[in-house]
T-cell receptor, first 110, second 116 residues
Framework: GEDVEQSLFLSVREGDSSVINCTYTDSSSTYLYWYKQEPGAGLQLLTYIFSNMDMKQDQRLTVLLNKKDKHLSLRIADTQTGDSAIYFCAERRSQGNLIFGKGTKLSVKP | GAGVSQSPSNKVTEKGKDVELRCDPISGHTALYWYRQSLGQGLEFLIYFQGNSAPDKSGLPSDRFSAERTGGSVSTLTIQRTQQEDSAVYLC??????????????FGPGTRLTVT
């Protein structure tokens, strides 16, 4: 299909790890992104990965890319209540625009 | 430094009226994008400007939508004869382009458009 797919909801306990999964569509996409959107706020770029990498780590965030399966994941270690938000996966098309998934709402329970 | 700014933050308009939404990209960013976010459709790409090149309008949903970018900086998105289905948050993003191209797109806070 033409859509970037994500599960809509994820609930975790504070201190646990969260894993948000995404499948994208265009095998020629060169960059893949994770954005965070808190209630009433704009889109915050969290991290991105180039398609020739299979992993990128940035503090509590780990991005894994399986290019063969067109699967991207974001792992948040030691999840905190402040991590509660909607997380969007996006792929960059050759024209430069981003195609977004519908977003995964992460709820962190104390 | 200053991020992407958009104005107005909220706009309520009557069906059939025209609206203009403004975006100020990050200084030095030559690439500018418009997206919209609505409950039913998620985040959709609308239009893309890169420097002085002709814009990529492939995401515009109808000919009621148009955008321009003056002097390679500020952009205005115009919606003519607004319809209720145009109600959404309109987001602008910018990134470095051309020879200094990077791949981070930074978003503004958006303009929430409500058509009554």
């Amino acid at each position: 299909g033409e859509d970037v797919e994500q599960s809509l909801f994820l609930s975790v306990r504070e201190g646990d790890s969260s894993v948000i999964n995404c499948t994208y569509t265009d095998s020629s996409s060169t960059y893949l992104y994770w954005y965070k959107q808190e209630p009433g706020a704009g889109l915050q770029l969290l991290t991105y990965i180039f398609s020739n990498m299979d992993m990128k780590q940035d503090q509590r965030l780990t991005v894994l890319l399986n290019k063969k399966d067109k699967h991207l994941s974001l792992r948040i270690a030691d999840t905190q209540t402040g991590d509660s938000a909607i997380y969007f996966c996006a792929e960059r098309r050759s024209q430069g625009n981003l195609i977004f998934g519908k977003g995964t709402k992460l709820s962190v329970k104390p | 430094g200053a991020g992407v700014s958009q104005s107005p933050s909220n706009k309520v308009t009557e069906k059939g009226k025209d609206v203009e939404l403004r975006c100020d990209p990050i200084s030095g960013h030559t690439a500018l994008y418009w997206y919209r976010q609505s409950l039913g459709q998620g985040l959709e790409f609308l239009i893309y400007f890169q420097g002085n090149s002709a814009p990529d309008k492939s995401g515009l949903p109808s000919d009621r939508f148009s955008a321009e970018r003056t002097g390679g900086s500020v952009s205005t998105l115009t919606i003519q004869r607004t319809q209720q289905e145009d109600s959404a948050v309109y987001l602008c993003a910018s990134s470095r382009g051309g020879l200094a191209q990077t791949y981070e797109q930074y978003f503004g806070p958006g303009t929430r458009l409500t058509v009554t």
